[in-house]
Each structure stands twice: as structure tokens, then as C-alpha cells.
């Protein structure tokens, strides 16, 4: 019966679907149990474009009970997470890899590898280019009477919010390069658009960004020049696009729709 059928496989997609959770699910608990012992040096690498401009005598605080243990176990958790990325994409990538065409799929693979690429660029970007200069700014322009000593768990959640900012913000070329790709709009329409883009760049790094210019023009630049090569991006990959192989994507379809007519038959 059609209607039998189509819960067999609907079921297998599910059953499919927990399977690939599931290796997720374990890559990023081993990956943690492997980290984890490394927990309080990870956490002093991470402080330390604050703590190399800190007063002398002067150093990191706990105000909380348990922020000497959670602090480092939440950092562990997160960067077992941004490291697991790549497996993850890769689990996503064969759920649905089956359903689409070759020229999509010759298309999908060179955006998966450049979206985790991108993603650790930025990261890496905030950590070497961004905290050194805003951690610099911030610690210099207080009164001299006021002693800088941060707390752990609140400079964690500080430096963990631009990571994922700049993750984030990083992807736009990939974004870009997609709605261009859609059909969603042009390159030539989003050329138009420039004045628009910019300034909406450093209204994202204004609320993003702790409020002073460097940091938020930290952000806002990059998102600029982010978004001019997608633009450059699409000019090249969508035109390849535009001249698919059509024998085998007329072939594809034929076959989905013979298995569609024979489902609803």
C-alpha cells in the first residue's frame, strides 16, 4: 500500500536522522572526556590576552563558589563542540546528500568545507586580532584607583559571545554566495545595495561589540570585506552554476518522478 510504504520511509529517514544524532552526540562526549583533563591549562590560554595586561600584583578572581570548576568544565563543553564542527557537517551533509542533484552537490561540498574554515578563521581572528586590542583599551582607560581583577565565569561568557559573533559573522561570504545561488537576489543588486550593507555592518558590530569604536569597527570592517567576496564569490561559482550538467539532472528528475508517480500509484 502507498500509505504503507511511504511510513516505511518516513521511519527509515527518522531511524536514519537518531542514528547520525547519536554519533554526534558520542564524538563530542569524547572529545570532551579528552579535553577535559586539560580543562584548567585551556582556560589559562584563554585568559591570557587578559591577564598578560593586568596590573602587576593583580590577577583573575572567583566570585562564585563553583566558578573554579564549572568555568573550565563549561569551556571544555564549548570547545569540544567547535571542534566536533567538521564531523558534524559532515553527519548533516549525509542525511541529506541522497535528496539532492549533482550540480548541488558539487556545489555543497566546497560550502561545507569553506563554512568550518571560515568559522575558525573568525574565532581565531577575535583571539589573536580583536582581544589583545580591546582587552588593552579597556584595561588602560580606567581610574587609577580601581584595581582590574575579572571574574572567571562572567570574562568566559564575555569571550565566548565575540567567538560565536565572529564564527558567525565570518560565514558571510557563505551566506552570500547562497541567497546569490537561490536565486533570492543578484550580485548586481547587492553591489546596489553597498551603502546599505555598511552601515547595517556597524550597526551588527555596535550591538555585537562592547561599546567602543575599536571593537565595534573590528567587527564592522570585516563583515564589509566579508561581504564584497561573496559577492566576487558568486560572480565565479554561480556562473559555473548557470551550465550544470544537464543529462544527468534531467536524468535525476526523471527518476524522483517515476518514484513519486509509483508511491501515489
Not at 590560554?45 to 591577564?51: F, G, K, Q, R
Request: aromatic residues 14%; hydrophobic residues 55%.
Amino acid at each position: 500500500m502507498p500509505n504503507q510504504e511511504q511510513e516505511q520511509t518516513l521511519v527509515s529517514h527518522l531511524v536514519e536522522l537518531r542514528q547520525r544524532m547519536m554519533r554526534i552526540l558520542i564524538i563530542i562526549l569524547v572529545v570532551f572526556l579528552c579535553l577535559f583533563y586539560f580543562a584548567n591549562d585551556l582556560y589559562e590560554y584563554l585568559s591570557a590576552p587578559l591577564t598578560a595586561l593586568l596590573p602587576a600584583g593583580t590577577s583573575m578572581i572567583a566570585t562564585d563558589v563553583t566558578s573554579p570548576f564549572f568555568a573550565p568544565f563549561k569551556l571544555t563543553l564549548v570547545l569540544a563542540i567547535f571542534l566536533g564542527i567538521p564531523f558534524i557537517l559532515h553527519q548533516i551533509w549525509g542525511f541529506i546528500a541522497p535528496g539532492l542533484y549533482n550540480h548541488e552537490k558539487r556545489l555543497a561540498t566546497p560550502i561545507l568545507v569553506s563554512s568550518v574554515f571560515l568559522f575558525y578563521a573568525g574565532i581565531a581572528f577575535a583571539y589573536y586580532v580583536v582581544f589583545p586590542l580591546i582587552f588593552g583599551f579597556f584595561t588602560s582607560v580606567g581610574p587609577e584607583s580601581v584595581a582590574v581583577m575579572t571574574d572567571i565565569s562572567s570574562y568566559l561568557d564575555f569571550v565566548l559571545k565575540l567567538f560565536f559573533a565572529f564564527g558567525i559573522v565570518f560565514e558571510i561570504p557563505i551566506a552570500t554566495l547562497l541567497l546569490i545561488w537561490s536565486g533570492a537576489t543578484t550580485a548586481k543588486d547587492l553591489r546596489s545595495k553597498r551603502g546599505y550593507v555598511v552601515v547595517c555592518c556597524f550597526v551588527v558590530g555596535m550591538l555585537l561589540t562592547p561599546p567602543d569604536i575599536i571593537s565595534q569597527s573590528l567587527l564592522a570592517i570585516p563583515m564589509w570585506l566579508l561581504f564584497e567576496l561573496g559577492i566576487v564569490l558568486s560572480i565565479v561559482f554561480v556562473n559555473k552554476k548557470a551550465e550544470p550538467d544537464s543529462v544527468d539532472d534531467e536524468l535525476e528528475a526523471a527518476i524522483k518522478d517515476d518514484e513519486t508517480n509509483n508511491q501515489s500509484s
